[in-house]
Nanobody, 116 residues
């Protein structure tokens, strides 16, 4: 069992930056592939960034490439999402996800609002 708690969301102006963090409790965090998803009002949840357990493979949604960076610290059981050059279309609830085999866990989400 893994519990995920996101933090770092908030209101930011266009062009600004935010860093989201996801703290995981439970064992074997280093075994899990970790991802950040987002869901905007009236839209489906979409995958924003993904990092494998050993960080050897990292993928991004095309619209965030070059602006967002996902990273993980297996010693601290955390995964981060550094978001730069934020745009109004990045406004959404951001969710942390942990996946290993058929095990799949979600955090409660953190709101990111990009507005002037």
């Amino acid at each position: 069992q893994v519990q995920l708690v996101e933090s770092g969301g908030g209101l930011v102006q266009p062009g600004g930056s935010l860093k989201l963090s996801c703290a995981a409790s439970g064992s074997r965090f280093s075994w899990y592939d970790m991802s950040w998803y987002r869901q905007a009002p009236g839209k489906e949840r979409e995958l924003v960034a993904h990092i494998t357990s050993t960080a050897d493979i990292i993928n991004y949604l095309d619209s965030v490439k070059g602006r967002f960076t996902i990273s993980r610290d297996n010693a601290k059981n955390t995964v981060n999402l550094q978001m730069n050059s934020l745009k109004p279309e990045d406004t959404a609830v951001y969710y942390c996800n942990a996946m290993w085999g058929n095990l799949n866990y979600w955090g409660q989400g953190t709101q990111v609002t990009v507005s002037s």
